[in-house]
């Protein structure tokens, strides 16, 4: 268990956007954790309930986030990646998110974890699959958030998230069942990405 002292610390009351960036971000000695997600996965939502404020747009339009946008909580910044797989956004469009999440996964000393959010709701999904599978590349540690649980019935949660951890190749621990309009799993997520910020 963290502190409660430091997990105010980890997520203050108050955040501060550093910037939207559509190119290189800027380096930072203050370590990252990262969000990522298709479009339409609850990413922003799930941003939100963690931190404890409403620092990302969330939008009944998927495909909002077409920049890498940071946060600043102090004690590390928070980057929100776009949304991939949105069917209704160019192919071009597409690919330069592909590039841009890419150039930022692959030179980021800093990043202590990437939380991968994952459909329950859905069978497992090939852009999910070609995600992690980078990350894995990277050697970047994952936790997968299975949103959007409070659809699936309670007797179904627990298999359904099991079977989401097998198919992508995650430890069944690695992937908490996740609900930000039911509160289910968030003080999970934020223990892990409070252990993932641990010294050694």
Known sequence: MIPRAEMKRLFPARATFVGAFSGPVPQSPLPEVVFAGRSNVGKSSAI???????IARTSST???????????????????LPGYGYA???KSMREDWKRLIGAYLSDRPQL???VALIDARRDPQDLDKVLLEQLGRLGHPVLGLATKVDDLPKAKRESTVAALA????LPSD?????????NIGVEEAREAIAWSLSPG
């Open 48 to 54: 939100n309930v963690i931190v404890g404020q409403a």
């Open 62 to 80: 998927p495909g909002r986030t077409q920049s890498i946008n940071v946060f600043d909580l102090g004690a590390l910044r928070l980057v929100d």
């Open 88 to 90: 209704k956004v160019g």
């Open 112 to 114: 202590k974890l990437v």
């Open 166 to 169: 097998a198919a992508h190749g």
């Open 174 to 182: 690695a992937v908490i069942p996740f609900s930000a309009t039911e």
